[in-house]
């Protein structure tokens, strides 16, 4: 019986390859770092691109934000699901409430900040949205106010004054001056309706429990308006808001748990101007983006 004897296995390599292994082994090795650092940089600028946050734009920040992607929500649009504890099962918006949104949607980036890259507002339009929303703290009944971002830390929102869903200082929603979207916490259920038809996104870190330091298990992402029509949809989602973080319908069109709650009209007047003329955190330090900002 012929035996075989079994040698190991080698490179068919040209003999002339073989002495400059070495010499592509050292660039490999002397490259990649060099790869990495333009990565880096250039993920970086990106993310200072992105503008003031409620991340600090430093080197620190950025560590901070690339560590938490890992972490993060991997399917933005999938909604939450609503547990059979959960009370009120039923949002605000009916089902039917909002149109669906024409076109694709926009392009999203980052986490804390959270932008819009693409189907910005316009001026024009950011403005009206702007003063729409201001309109709702004109109204004592509204029972919300204007206060920095307690979320975004450099611009404004709307606070409710007696919040009935714990959020982050009672802020019901804030927008960005730079894209003209808006973030805001809303029931399960509404959110659902807002994913379905393509008005918004939830937010990467609105993943529940240990992420409840950072946002809410229902803060989400709203498009920004990109006509004067698409403003009254965007409103009928603040409102919903409102409703979910202090329980009333500044529409004033709701039934059975959308009715107001019998608060103090004037109790709140009073705080409100307390409030003014007291809380030094709350006012927006000179030079800090506004809500009122242009787009």
């Known amino acids: 019986m012929e035996t075989s004897s079994q040698h190991p296995t080698t490179l068919n390599l040209p003999l002339s390859i073989l002495p400059i292994l070495p010499i592509i082994s050292t660039i490999s090795t002397l490259l990649l770092p060099l790869v990495a650092l333009v990565y880096v940089q250039h993920d970086y600028k990106r993310f200072l691109s992105l503008g003031p946050g409620g991340t600090p734009s430093t080197p620190l920040g950025y560590l901070k934000i690339k560590l938490l992607s890992l972490i993060s929500l991997r399917d933005p649009l999938r909604p939450l699901p609503i547990p059979p504890h959960f009370r009120p099962q039923r949002g605000y918006l009916s089902t039917d409430a909002l149109p669906s949104r024409s076109g694709t949607r926009p392009v999203v980036q980052g986490i804390a900040p959270q932008r819009q890259r693409t189907q910005r507002s316009s001026a024009e339009v950011y403005a009206e949205l702007v003063a729409s ?14 206060r920095t971002s307690c979320f975004e830390k450099h611009s404004s929102g709307l606070f409710a004054s007696t919040p009935i869903t714990r959020t982050c200082g009672g802020e019901v929603c804030h927008a960005h001056p730079s894209d003209g979207s808006l973030h805001m916490t809303l029931h399960p259920a509404d959110a659902q309706i807002v994913l379905e038809n393509k ?12 992420f409840r330091r950072f946002v809410p298990r229902e803060f989400v992402l709203i498009y920004a308006p990109r006509r004067e029509e698409e403003i009254e949809v965007v409103l009928k989602v603040v409102a919903a808001a409102v409703w979910w973080v202090s ?7 709701g039934e059975g748990e959308r009715k107001d ?8 007047v009073r705080a409100r101007a307390k409030a003014d003329t ?10 800090m983006e506004q809500m009122v900002g242009d787009a």
């Open 133 to 146: 929303l201001r309109a709702l703290t004109h109204d004592p009944q509204n029972c919300v106010v204007e």
């Open 261 to 268: 709650r019998g608060l103090d009209t004037q109790a709140f």
């Open 247 to 253: 329980g009333i319908d500044v529409e004033r069109e």
């Open 278 to 287: 007291e809380c030094g955190t709350c006012r927006l330090p000179k030079g």
């Open 199 to 210: 008005w918004g996104e939830r937010h990467p870190l609105a993943r529940g429990g240990w």
